[in-house]
């Protein structure tokens, strides 16, 4: 049924005036010319609605008619999308023969608050930086920091193998905004570990437009959902990049001539997020555990964006390059790296005051550093001694050889259970490893028989 025509075109602006009052907020209409365009509904104001562009508009005319196509953007809602790799709009993008099932529309929450589970279990992965210094909780939301050529894929990879291993937990990656190669690599990366029939995979890449960047998240959220809710599933949902969907919405808002914030922020950026950080939840069925990569324009934490961002966080896991570069893998930062659950209650008083003495060594092992290249190692006193070498043992302790990247170390990748880890690092503090040379303590798994 035609429900108007077009009467302006600019970009991905569409002004449709309206001759039926079916339509409205959210509705996908369609122009079916030489090939097919559609658009979402963003405002009614009358006799006429205001759109974007799910697409290019190249082509499109002033005076086309318009149907109504659905109320909403639907995205598979079945087991077909395991080992896929699909659009934000849910088409597939592998080359391969799809069939679909069933569709749901993408902005649907199906989860209440009474459903939320806020007491889930904790959710070990195997990696002993991550479980010591800054554990999961299933239903947790991570903010994922760092930056290219740091390890940020092998320790995606590494977490997805491991807690599939562990608790047969599928995982959902959601491309925002980023290069469509680093999409190519993965997908063929995942395939070699053999890890692709374990997840799915949804791509709105830099290149395509600023509308398809903005649903690819929640296109990832619907899959993700599913699994959780259908399937009973644990998921790990990774969004690479969530500040990428922000520059995507402040584009969008830009084209419909909306107010903008400070930065060009769209006025309504808290309520976007919030969308889809309040997706991201534990229930008595499953949990989606998210980690989030956040760029930081400039270098610049206060960043409006940023801090909303961080706001709805549980944790943040920091890679940094200066330890990429010492050869420790994962190069994770301790001291930036935090989570809610370093608290005495959560983890209990032996985890918890390991995790500061740890910290507590490893900062005056920095100091030490600083006199060591002064004056010399003998100018120490013994007690800085004993502490700078238990460092650097501790230091290397919590490198580890990860299970993805077996074809290119040629060293067994290592699961490590927390209890093993405390051991370790008691062992460690009070002395009982002295005499151990600290190379001992490198790309190992747990240390004690």
């Given amino acids: 049924m035609v429900v108007g025509k077009i009467i302006s075109i600019f970009d991905i602006s569409i002004e449709v005036i309206l001759n039926s009052d079916t339509v409205k907020i959210g509705d996908i209409l369609t122009v079916q010319d030489n090939r097919e365009y559609s658009f979402e509904v963003v405002t009614i104001n009358n006799v006429s609605a205001t759109c974007i562009s799910l697409g290019s508009t190249r082509g499109l005319q002033k005076g086309a008619s318009v149907i109504k196509l659905s109320e909403g953007i639907e995205f598979e809602y079945s087991d077909n999308i395991l080992g896929r790799v699909f659009d934000a709009y849910g088409n597939p993008i592998d080359s391969m023969k799809f069939n679909s099932v069933n569709k749901k529309n993408i902005n649907n929450n199906t989860v209440t608050l009474k459903e939320v589970d806020v007491n889930a279990d904790i959710l070990w992965t195997g990696i002993k930086v991550i479980d010591f210094f800054a554990p999961l909780q299933k239903g947790f939301r991570m903010g994922l920091l760092g930056g290219a050529g740091v390890g940020k894929t092998v320790l995606i990879k590494e977490l997805i193998h491991n807690v599939y291993a562990s608790i047969n937990a599928h995982a959902v990656f959601v491309g925002v905004g980023e290069r469509s190669r680093e999409g190519k690599e993965l997908y063929e990366e995942m395939k070699e570990s053999n890890l692709l029939d374990k997840m799915s995979i949804v791509f709105g890449g830099m290149g395509d437009n600023p509308v398809s960047r903005s649903k690819s998240v929640y296109s990832g959220l619907t899959m993700a959902e599913y699994l959780r809710d259908e399937k009973k599933k644990d998921v790990l949902l990774f969004v690479d990049n969530i500040y990428r969907f922000v520059q995507a919405k402040s584009e969008i808002a830009t084209e419909l001539k909306q107010l903008l914030i400070e930065n060009g922020y769209p006025s309504d950026m808290s309520n976007d997020i919030s969308k889809i950080e309040e997706r991201i939840s534990s229930t008595e069925n499953g949990s989606i555990t998210s980690f989030q990569a956040i760029y930081i324009p400039a270098d610049d934490y206060n960043d409006e964006a940023v801090q909303i961002i961080t706001s709805y966080m549980d944790g943040q896991i920091v890679l940094d390059r200066k330890i990429a570069e010492l050869g420790l893998y994962p190069a994770i930062d301790v001291f930036k790296s ?23 060594y490893l900062t005056r092992y920095k100091e030490l550093e600083e006199i060591i290249a002064i004056l010399g190692i003998e100018e120490l006193s013994e007690e800085d001694k004993r502490i700078f ?52 303590f490198l790309f190992i798994g747990k240390y004690h028989e």
């Fill in 338 to 360: 935090t989570s809610k659950l370093i608290d005495i209650e959560k983890i209990g008083e032996r985890h918890f005051k390991l995790v500061e003495e740890v910290l507590r």
């Fill in 389 to 440: 070498y238990r460092s650097r043992k501790l230091r290397y302790y919590f490198s580890q050889p990860m299970f993805v990247a077996e074809a290119y170390t040629n060293i067994p990748g290592q699961f490590v259970k927390i209890e093993d880890i405390l051991i370790d690092v008691e062992n460690i503090l009070n002395g009982v490893y002295d005499n151990v040379d600290e190379s001992k």
